[in-house]
């Protein structure tokens, strides 16, 4: 399954914004569309100051973003 314990709503987040890219996420928060698609598919677990960018982002907190699997 996901290369890492950290799951996310990024992609749930992203349609209920909109229907916000995965490019348009990814430069709001400062990486390239490949880190949104590994952080998505839980390839990825973010940097604590990632995790914050994209809560921002979605303008939500990191609890709502992320989840302990």
Do not use: C, K
């Amino acid at each position: 399954m996901s290369g890492t314990p950290l799951g996310n709503h990024i992609r749930r987040l992203r349609f209920e914004h909109g229907e916000m890219t995965q490019e348009a996420l990814a430069r709001e928060v400062g990486v390239t569309r490949q880190t949104i698609i590994a952080l998505e598919a839980g390839r990825y677990a973010p940097s604590l100051e990632l995790a914050f960018r994209i809560a921002r982002a979605f303008g939500a907190g990191v609890e709502d973003v992320f989840h302990w699997q």
